[in-house]
């Protein structure tokens, strides 16, 4: 089973950048799946999710910017990312739960993507 993230690079502000988690090995549709980003010197944080049963939960600072979709054909999760700012950067993680909620805590999500660098700069 594995999670490949990919679609981050460098955007300036105001830009957009659609990211793509794809999995392997695994019905996607059997998870809910989250997006995390860790900038640099700080933790990992939850940003939003996509439920099994459809439903999706943004954290505030992304709320109303970004979307997050899923292809459950195609085993793929995106998170299309608009209005960027710099403290949107960071490296953004996929994740994998079999909990049908939206859970900040990582502990509840058992397969990760590698993660994918995004650099918001002018």
């Known amino acids: 089973f594995q999670l490949q993230a990919s679609g981050g690079g460098l955007v300036q502000p105001g830009g957009s950048l659609r990211l793509s988690c794809q999995a392997s090995?695994?019905?996607?549709?059997?998870?809910?799946v989250a997006w995390f980003r860790q900038a640099p010197g700080k933790k990992r944080d939850w940003i939003v999710c996509s439920r099994k049963n459809g439903e999706k939960d943004y954290r505030n600072p992304v709320r109303g910017r970004f979307a997050v979709s899923r292809d459950n054909a195609k085993s793929t999760v995106y998170l299309q990312m608009s209005a960027l700012k710099a403290e949107d950067t960071a490296v953004y993680f996929c994740?994998?739960?079999?909990?049908?909620?939206?859970?900040?805590?990582?502990?509840?999500?058992?397969?990760w993507g590698q993660g994918t660098q995004v650099t918001v700069s002018s």
């Open positions: 090995g695994l019905a996607l549709d059997s998870y809910s």
């Open positions: 994740a994998t739960s079999t909990i049908d909620l939206c859970v900040v805590e990582e502990d509840y999500y058992n397969h």
